[in-house]
């Protein structure tokens, strides 16, 4: 690659950090890697920036206590549980409220899922099964809906097949396409 003659050369350097040979749920390795993590935080942002970490729940749980046990480490860190067991707590909640709803049943007697599954879908424990337990949910909920909304709006459905319909034969002509889809979402956004 060419580079201009005044142009001064750009180098990246990327690091990884050295990996601490020790289990990660000893007291010594997570005072070690926050001690190490908040050094290197006042390195880049400064002595009065504060370092947010994300933990899994048990290293959380753990940091969490030394926090209070320890007062040099009180306020020196925002600790927050990691994202998987974050999403985890929120599909229990969601689950909790689908409990006793019928949607549960229905999961098993459509065949979707078994009781057992169900269950942890229910209890938030099994990630992937509630995950697509709720987004077929979710789906087959907002296809009855907007059916109900067309039989109580019948010139609304007909507006939309028609522009719509305009829509693609653009696409597919592969001619004013831009312009269709503005119009498209002109007359959706005036409906």
């Not at 040099?72 to 927050?80: H, N, S």
């Not at 010139?155 to 119009?183: F, P, W």
Request: glycine residues 4%; proline residues 4%.
């Amino acid at each position: 690659m060419a580079q201009l003659e005044d142009a001064p050369a750009v180098i990246d350097n990327a690091f990884g950090f050295p990996i601490i040979n020790a289990p990660a749920h000893e007291w010594a390795t997570l005072v070690t890697a926050l001690n190490q993590l908040t050094k290197l935080n006042e390195l880049v942002s400064g002595p009065e920036a504060k370092l947010l970490v994300t933990l899994d729940m048990d290293l959380y749980k753990r940091a969490l206590k030394m926090e209070h046990l320890e007062p040099q480490y009180k306020g020196k860190w925002l600790l927050c549980p990691g994202a998987f067991h974050t999403v985890l707590r929120a599909l229990r909640c969601l689950g909790r409220t689908i409990e006793g709803s019928a949607l549960d049943e229905a999961w098993q007697e459509a065949d979707l899922y078994s009781s057992v599954t169900t269950s942890q879908i229910i209890n938030g424990t099994h990630y992937n099964r509630a995950m697509q337990a709720h987004q077929i949910t979710l789906q087959a909920l907002f296809y009855l809906w907007i059916e109900a909304f067309f039989e109580e709006n019948p010139s609304q459905r007909i507006s939309l097949q028609t522009i719509v319909e305009k829509l693609t034969e653009a696409c597919g002509a592969q001619k004013d396409v831009y312009q269709a889809h503005r119009t498209f979402l002109f007359e959706l956004e005036a409906m």
